[in-house]
């Protein structure tokens, strides 16, 4: 006779998924709430973190800004690959986010900031350039003036040979914004690289990987 016993989890992994369950229930509330900031329905997952990581040269990495990182799907990778002595911040506009990420990576500096101050932020911080950023802004969300303006504030504190990685949704591209988006890329930047696209992720969704 087969004897069937119940699945037996442990404490800490049934922690985790408490965990998981209320950043995804505020992730949601969120986004519901001001979809304009957000812009995404669920978290990006780890496999969409990893392939936004992997192409960063973090051995020359001095200085790393995430742009929005919400509830921090790309900032645990980042932290794990970063030098010991980079100097690593984030900056998020959107509070509940930002008060998130404060409890989850304590010792993370978060700037409670729009990315439009940038180079405010980092003359305040004794930043004189930026090696790298990874974006988790929702560029097909922004109208053309805000695109402008982030990214020429971007450009005043990326070094030459800086690299910028950013997503974009593969259902948000039958958005004019996304498509303008693409093209001003291809005008701020020498390289514009796309990746494949990361169905592991809801929505699927692929990588620009930028270098001015």
Not at 190 to 201: D, F, K
């Amino acid at each position: 006779m087969v004897e069937f016993r119940p699945l037996c989890f442990s404490g800490h992994f049934q922690w985790k998924m408490k965990m998981a369950v209320q950043e995804f229930s505020r992730f949601l509330r969120e986004s519901v709430r001001q979809p304009g900031r957000v812009g995404a329905i669920a978290p990006s997952t780890q496999r969409l973190a990893l392939h936004m990581v992997r192409w960063i040269e973090w051995d020359s990495a001095k200085t790393i800004v995430e742009y929005g990182p919400g509830m921090g799907a790309f900032t645990e990778p980042i932290l794990k690959s970063k030098r010991p002595d980079a100097d690593f911040f984030a900056v998020e506009l959107h509070s509940p986010f930002a008060a998130t990420l404060a409890t989850r990576f304590p010792d993370l500096t978060v700037v409670e900031d729009s990315v439009a101050n940038i180079e405010a932020i980092c003359q305040q911080r004794g930043v004189a350039e930026v090696d790298a950023i990874i974006c988790g802004l929702p560029w097909a969300a922004f109208s053309d003036h805000d695109q402008t303006v982030f990214l020429d504030a971007m450009m005043k504190v990326l070094k030459p040979g800086g690299q910028l990685v950013t997503f974009a949704y593969l259902s948000g591209m039958v958005l004019p914004a996304a498509h303008r988006f693409r093209k001003k890329l291809k005008g701020y930047f020498g390289e514009v690289q796309s990746s494949r696209t990361v169905w592991l992720n809801f929505p699927p969704a692929f990588i620009y990987r930028c270098r001015r």
